[in-house]
């Protein structure tokens, strides 16, 4: 293999090798502003959307020790590969493939496991981090509450019929 294919595919392994996901779509019949376009709004979801040959990916990915992914790298495929959670990404991407039908999800890869169009369907369709974090903060705090309310109502129970004797009491005297 040439020099500058070398080096391509040992950039594309040092990026696979940082990344927690690797997904990958055909582009078949995407123009430039749309590519460009889906590339803005994946920055926004901390994912970055390249082309790359499939012979380069495929040698690259084998030096990463990734899952084989040769019956899928045939045609116009683009790699979608991220810093931080797959479900941005994933979002993104059903998003602008049901406004513009375009690009399709072949695969992806998630911690070197294989995921199929569903799956990232359904890790798309999932809130995002923070919401999760937040819902899980707010489980983990309802016992708290719980219990610190359970505490507090016999005693204020006790301090209402002590206020409502007083109250008979001046009423009667």
Request: proline residues 5%; without cysteine.
């Amino acid at each position: 293999m040439r020099p500058e294919k070398n080096l391509i595919v040992k950039e594309i392994k040092s990026r696979v090798d940082s990344t927690p996901y690797v997904l990958l779509t055909d582009y078949t019949g995407m123009q430039v502003p749309q590519f460009n376009e889906l590339r803005n709004r994946l920055a926004g979801a901390k994912a970055e959307l390249r082309v790359v040959k499939n012979t380069l990916l495929r040698r690259a990915l084998a030096d990463s020790g990734m899952p084989d992914l040769e019956s899928y790298l045939h045609g116009q495929s683009a790699v979608v590969m991220g810093e931080s959670d797959i479900s941005g990404a994933a979002k993104v991407l059903k998003n602008f493939a049901a406004e513009f039908q375009k690009p399709k999800l072949k695969i992806g890869i998630l911690d070197k496991a294989l995921l199929n169009v569903d799956e990232i369907n359904a890790l798309a369709d999932l809130p995002s981090k923070e919401v999760l974090q937040a819902k899980l903060l707010g489980l983990l705090l309802a016992p708290a509450s719980t219990l610190v309310r359970l505490i507090n109502t016999p005693a204020s129970q006790v301090a209402q019929v002590l206020k409502a004797y007083s109250e008979k009491g001046e009423q009667a005297g």
